[in-house]
Each structure stands twice: as structure tokens, then as C-alpha cells.
């Protein structure tokens, strides 16, 4: 690349992108300059809206998965996929409280990072700041409709959202119930908006709005996340499929083992963070495997086993290298006999998709060597993996579990959807 290329300015997003997409981004774009000096009483009241308007319209929601689940089914959905998509009167409840929850929490914009005052007077703060206009793009995840729009609102961001064609109708009605409460609480119902209806020429151009679009975030599918990492010219904030791992060291107690490893797969395996791979140490293989392993058959759970595996556990079938890294999100596990701690960590780094990973283990030199050696967002000492949840974690809810190294890892609340920047304040200083 030459130096004239190097440093020739962005292209004009929108003398290629699509007049209606434009109008929506720019509509957002407006939202944002008012959300981004909303208070934090202002915001908290938006959010009370849409609470209430969750629980007042849950028929109208719910009628409109109803047609999403039942299509869903009639092409072949998954059952796992068919769980994400569906909503019930019990999830739309838990998503309020999660709202409701956010408001309570302490509203990130403004508070200030670090400062100082330099010798020739001038005073400097780093304060957080809403990124602007947050793109999403996610599959048969409804849920998330209503997680990203309560946290961007209370981070101060417009929202532009591409839910798919599984979940079309839902969200279609999801927006629309949050642009009410959000107009009658006095805030601007382009914080929150949809490009569903331009289907996936809408996602792809959403990658292209450089200028417009702020941060785009995906979540779904490996393909999906792996497509958005390298075709966006937005930036991108990377969210990571989960082939977790949990691994049974020489010293677990055997009741945490079943406990462990039964809620890790089975409370609910269409999700990221449910167990995918199982290891297990060698020396406590005969004591662990059976039981383990007959607790989740009992449950339904159908165990792809290497060699040593089903040597002890004659119902397990054979294990297959792409079962290392295949992301179930169904009653399915893989389980493998390793030597040691370290040829769990070795195949952990070869097969995790750096989500979540748990060491079930009494041994303390262990415990530090497997948190500070395992390269993973999350990683855990005697817990299920199903704790890596914004929830669970205290966020009220979630953008998503990032999988990279910049700026936000882990499950990303509030902070997360904010940038930084600094505040100079002078009385008349130049620089000599």
C-alpha cells in the first residue's frame, strides 16, 4: 500500500449503501446526540417503560413467536435453535427483571477513568462515553432484542438491529413494544430500531455503514461471527461460539464431578456457555467416569467417547476428531481421558474457542496453574460453566460474551458499551 493510499479518507458510506438503510442510520445518529446527554433519571425511566410494556404486551409477543417457532419447525429448525428462539410468559418475565435491574445499576457515562494535573497546570480527566450507534446482528435470539436495547439505552447508544428471519415476527413486535415505551417516556423511538425487513442485503450493508454505525457486534452461529469479523469495515466487536470444557482433575470430589458436569450440560445445552467437551484425568477416570457418565445418560445425554472412555463406559460411541470441536448446543458431549493437567490444557488450547473453561479440582497448585495457563474469557474452579452470563454475573443482562483480546472479554454489560475520552481543562497554557 502506498503512502497516498494509506492516508486517502473513508469513502462516502452512503453514495453506495441502501437510501432506506441510510435514513435509518442517520435517524440513529440523531438518537445517539440525545441519548448521550440523557440523564441518568431519564434513561432509568425509559427503562421502567419498557418493563412495563413487556409484561403488558406478552400475548401480543408471545403470538408473534408462536408463528416464528412454529415455522422454525415446519423448515427443520434445530431443536436447541427452536430454545433460543422461543419466548414464554416465564422468559418475558426474567428479560423485565433484567431491565428493571439495569436501571439500577450506576449509569457508566461520565465517570471518570483516571486524571491528573500537569506541572503546567492543566487538569486532565478520561471519562467514558457512549460509543454512538451500536450495530447488532444475531439469529433466533429474541432475547437479545430487548438485552441490547436496555443496555445501550442505558449506556447512552442508539441501537440498529438485524434479528433474522427466524425470529422476524417476534421482533418485529419487540420493537415496536420498546419504541412505544420509549416515546412515552420522552426519549426518541429511533434509539431502537430494526433492518429486518431489508433481510440479509440489510446485514451485509450494515457491515459496510462505516461512518454510521459506531461498533458492530454479532452473535450467533460460528459462521455468522466468523463472516462479520471479515467482511465488516465497521469496527467489530467479536462475540465467540462456545465449545466449553470442564475438567476433572485427580483430586475431584466425586459429587461435585456429577453436579458440576450434569448442570453444565444438561439445565439448559442450547446455550454458550453449556459444556461441550468433557476431560478427565487418567488417575480418576475409574472413580469419576461411571458415575458421571450414568447421570447424564439418565438424562438423555448422548456421550461420544475416546478409547479409554469407553472402556469404562460401555454406552458411550465413538469420538471423532471433529467432536473435539464441534459446538453441540444439544444432549450431546464429547469425553476424553487425558494423562494430566497438562495434556488437558494442551487440548483445551487446541480445541476451545476461548469461551469458558472449569477445573474441578482440590488440588491448590493446580487451581493457579489452570487459571493463570488456560487463554479463555472465563475460567472457573469448582463451578458450572453456566454461571459466564451477564446476568449471573451482576450486569442485568448481556451484549454478549466477547471472545477476543480488545477492549471488552467476557460477558459485556454496561462499561462495555462505552468508549473514552479526555477532558483538558486550561486557564489561557500554550505549548512552548
Not at 439500577?104 to 457515562?109: A, C, E, F, G, K
Not at 449506556?155 to 420493537?175: F, I, M, P
Not at 467489530?236 to 465449545?243: K, L, N, Q, R, S
Not at 464429547?334 to 469458558?356: E, P
Amino acid at each position: 500500500m502506498s503512502l497516498s493510499e494509506a492516508s486517502a479518507p473513508v469513502t462516502d458510506a452512503s453514495s453506495t449503501l441502501n437510501p432506506a438503510l441510510v435514513a435509518t442510520l442517520e435517524a440513529a445518529r440523531g438518537a445517539a446526540r440525545t441519548l448521550s446527554t440523557a440523564t441518568a433519571d431519564v434513561k432509568n425511566r425509559g427503562l421502567a417503560a419498557i418493563a412495563a410494556a413487556v409484561r403488558a404486551q406478552a400475548p401480543r409477543i408471545i403470538a408473534a413467536n408462536d408463528l416464528d417457532i412454529a415455522r422454525g419447525r415446519d423448515t427443520g429448525m434445530s431443536q436447541g435453535l427452536q430454545d433460543r428462539l422461543r419466548l414464554d410468559e416465564k422468559r418475558l418475565e426474567a428479560l423485565a427483571q433484567a431491565t428493571e435491574l439495569i436501571a439500577t445499576l450506576v449509569d457508566p457515562v461520565g465517570e471518570a477513568l483516571r486524571g491528573k494535573i500537569l506541572p503546567n497546570g492543566l487538569q486532565l480527566t478520561q471519562v467514558r462515553v457512549p460509543f454512538g450507534v451500536v450495530g447488532a446482528i444475531y439469529e433466533a435470539r429474541p432475547n437479545v432484542t430487548i438485552d441490547i436495547a436496555s443496555l445501550a439505552l442505558k449506556s447512552g447508544n442508539a441501537v440498529v438491529l438485524r434479528g433474522g428471519s427466524a425470529a422476524e415476527q417476534t421482533n418485529r413486535v419487540l420493537v415496536d413494544v420498546i419504541q412505544d415505551a420509549l416515546e412515552s417516556a420522552g426519549l426518541p423511538r429511533q434509539s431502537v430500531q430494526t433492518i429486518d425487513e431489508l433481510g440479509r442485503a440489510g446485514a451485509t450493508e450494515l457491515m459496510r455503514a462505516r461512518g454510521y454505525v459506531d461498533v458492530l457486534i454479532p452473535r450467533g452461529s460460528a459462521q455468522l461471527i466468523e463472516t462479520v469479523v471479515a467482511e465488516s469495515k465497521v469496527p467489530v466487536i467479536e462475540t465467540g461460539a462456545g465449545v466449553v470444557h470442564v475438567f476433572l482433575d485427580e483430586s475431584a470430589d466425586a459429587q461435585w464431578a456429577v453436579d458440576i458436569v450434569h448442570n453444565a450440560k444438561v439445565q439448559r445445552p442450547s446455550v454458550c456457555n453449556a459444556l461441550e467437551t468433557l476431560l478427565v484425568h487418567e488417575a480418576a477416570a475409574e472413580r469419576l467416569l461411571p458415575q458421571v457418565l450414568s447421570d447424564l445418560r439418565d438424562a438423555g445425554v448422548t456421550i461420544h467417547g475416546d478409547e479409554r472412555t469407553r472402556a469404562l463406559f460401555a454406552d458411550a460411541v465413538p469420538a471423532t476428531d471433529d467432536d473435539w470441536a464441534t459446538e453441540y448446543m444439544s444432549l450431546d458431549l464429547s469425553v476424553r481421558v487425558v494423562d494430566g493437567l497438562d495434556a488437558a490444557m494442551d487440548h483445551i488450547a487446541r480445541y476451545s474457542t476461548h469461551h469458558t473453561e472449569s477445573i474441578i479440582t482440590n488440588d491448590l497448585r493446580n487451581t493457579e496453574r489452570f487459571l493463570a495457563e488456560v487463554d479463555s474469557a472465563v475460567v472457573m474452579v469448582n463451578a458450572s460453566t453456566r454461571f459466564t452470563d451477564g446476568g449471573e454475573f451482576g450486569f442485568g443482562a448481556e451484549v454478549g460474551i466477547s471472545t477476543q483480546k480488545l477492549h471488552a472479554r467476557g460477558p459485556m454489560g454496561l462499561p462495555e458499551l462505552t468508549s473514552s475520552k479526555w477532558v483538558v481543562r486550561g486557564a489561557g497554557q500554550v505549548r512552548g
